[in-house]
């Protein structure tokens, strides 16, 4: 079965950058469109990212576009998603989850998930 593992988070300051990785075992995550999604205390969780099984196509929120880049390692096993310029509005657990389609931006669909990885952004 596929597993997903998240690791990357930690405390910024507004402005700040991270990288979040999103690394696989059991099956090559390239059979997989790979959405990451956050969700904040007291809020429904929100799709924040995905990228296509061939890693040609790639959206985004648009709270998070022209800040934040996802990407796929296929020789890793491993899609990452950078965040830059970072806001104390993107606190949050983040999560990456896969799904055999095509990239959706509803966490219902997607049938694999980590167990998250905190981003706080704070002074």
């Known amino acids: 079965q596929l597993q997903l593992v998240e690791s990357g988070g930690g405390l910024v300051q507004p402005g700040g950058s991270l990288r979040l990785s999103c690394a696989a075992s059991g099956f090559p995550l390239a059979a997989y469109a790979i959405g990451w999604f956050r969700q904040a205390p007291g809020k429904e969780r929100e799709g924040v990212s995905c990228i296509s099984k061939s890693g040609v196509i790639t959206n985004y929120v648009d709270s998070v576009k022209g800040r934040f880049t996802i990407s796929r390692d296929f020789a890793k096993n491993t899609v990452y998603l950078q965040l830059s310029s970072l806001k104390p509005e993107d606190t949050a657990v983040y999560y990456c989850?896969?799904?055999?389609?095509?990239?959706?931006?509803?966490?219902?669909?997607?049938?694999?998930w980590g167990q998250g990885t905190q981003v706080t952004v704070s002074s």
């Open positions: 989850a896969a799904r055999v389609m095509l990239c959706g931006n509803r966490p219902a669909v997607f049938a694999y």
